[in-house]
């Protein structure tokens, strides 16, 4: 991992280094069990699991609270908190054996400050203990950015930001702008990476919340997929 972390300019240490290996070590031990991720050798786990995760962590503000919906493996969040334990996460995930292999991450990881939650972003974007709290939304290879900027947007606070880990996502993200006008947001700034390896064009598509989402969004996720915004 350093010199991927080296040649991308990204800050570490000797301990994340070795929390990483941990990672690995549960991804390789869980992934195929609990249906975590097809990608289980090193080089595949550093690269488009690590490595793509932590393309944005240097832009995170300090002491952030960021919620990340469909966690699954914990990819962005988990490698995010590695490096930057300032930060506070909530994770989201709707399958229980997933939310089992979190709970697991972070009491091997000994990290403190994140908290698992078994529900759905639809569902807790109209809780008032949730919806426009946070200072981020996050989300990696959840959904098409129309039906995601529904399901984070109602949950960041006005002026913080809802952040899309993306591929080649220019013609996905024009399709979505319509919906991220409705929903509060404006599109502030797309960044772009190659991965090595071969893994490919990664894109980071950071939101910002303008205004308050109106309170009929978010919708039920069955008429979110079949009439996207």
């Known amino acids: ?47 488009k699991h690590f490595l793509d995760s932590v393309l944005f962590v240097d832009k995170f503000s300090t002491g952030a609270e960021v919620i990340e919906i469909g966690s699954g493996g914990g990819f962005p969040s988990i490698p995010n908190k590695i490096l930057r334990n300032d930060l506070k996460f909530t994770l989201v995930e709707a399958t229980g054996k997933k939310c089992e292999f979190l709970n697991t991450v972070v009491k091997e990881l000994g990290l403190k400050g994140v908290t698992v939650l078994n529900s759905r972003a639809e569902e807790l974007g109209k809780d008032r203990k949730y919806r426009e709290k946070y200072d981020y939304a996050i989300a990696r290879a ?55 390896c071969g893994a490919g064009k990664r894109e980071i598509i950071e939101v910002e919340k303008v205004f308050s989402t109106d309170i009929k969004y978010p919708r039920q996720y069955a008429k979110i997929k079949k009439s996207p915004l």
Request: charged share 30%.
């Open 142 to 196: 959840v959904a098409g950015m129309n039906v995601l900027s529904e399901l984070c947007l109602p949950l960041v606070r006005i002026s913080g930001k809802f952040v899309a880990f993306k591929g080649n996502a220019e013609e996905e993200l024009n399709a979505a702008k319509s919906a991220i006008k409705t929903l509060g947001g404006k599109v502030k700034e797309v960044y772009s990476f190659d991965l090595p």
């Open 1 to 47: 991992m350093k010199e991927l972390f080296e040649k991308y300019g990204i800050t570490y240490d000797g301990e994340s280094l070795e929390k990483f290996d941990i990672f690995k070590r549960l991804l390789k031990e869980y992934g195929s069990k609990f249906n975590i991720t097809a990608v289980l050798d090193d080089e595949g786990i550093n690269v």
